[in-house]
């Protein structure tokens, strides 16, 4: 890494979160999956993801290279995901989600992302009631109470719906993220499949892709089928940052 590069990374973290921190915590999740009903019916003969822990490398601008470890766990019927990224020396990411199932139905409760770029970061935290058809959002020190009259997720617990769902046939492409201070729809589309080969080997995949309303981003998902469509390969570019992400190894 040249040491010229770093004065401009700190310079963005004082303007904003960092378009760098943004690409790399968007890339190691697949947040970046209709409308779920908040009574839906139990599925009891629902296919479920598999707890799994997963590595990958990624790529940032061809320059920043880093890796990302996504861990899946299941103790009863809470769910715990967690999602650790780093680039040596110069940016560190996590975030992690606790949800439930109900039947095909990921049901989150609390979620949190952490960020740091050469020492200084922030925390997003939130908390799901789908009793009360609220969310709370707290970020740099606000603390927001979101609406949610439609189940919403955080970044981890959607991924794991989007899986759910393509497990179980029920994909549409219509779900909502609870953001800093809204709920947002975020809509996906499945773009057929292919056979890819990555650092942990080759698979058949099926492409999931983010439909943004802006042309210049673009967010692609290959998922493998063999591993409950866990995601194989991630390509993103946002605020004109590229990120590429390729699973090393799967246990």
Known sequence: ??????????????????????????????????????????????????????????????????????????????????????????????????????????????????????????THKLNFNPNSKKVTSNYKGKTTTLSMPQQAFDDLSLEVQIRQDLLNGKFTGNYYMAKKDKIEKTPFKKSGSTKITVPAGTFDTVRVDRIHDDDSRSTSFWLAPSLDYLPIKVSQINDGKKMDLELTKVN
């Open 1 to 122: 890494m040249h040491n010229k590069s770093l004065p401009n990374a700190s310079n963005n973290t004082k303007r904003s979160p960092s378009k760098f921190l943004s690409a790399l915590i968007t890339g190691i999740s697949i947040s970046t999956i209709g409308a779920l009903s908040m009574t839906a019916p139990t599925l009891a003969s629902a296919k479920t993801v598999q707890p799994s822990t997963a590595n990958y490398s990624f790529t940032v601008e061809d320059k920043y290279k880093g890796t990302a470890t996504r861990t899946l766990n299941k103790s009863g019927n809470t769910w715990k995901y967690n999602v650790k990224a780093r680039v040596a020396g110069v940016a560190s990411a996590s975030q992690n989600s606790t949800f439930t199932l109900n039947g095909n139905n990921v049901i989150p409760t609390q979620a949190s992302t952490t960020y740091k770029l050469l020492g200084l970061g922030r």
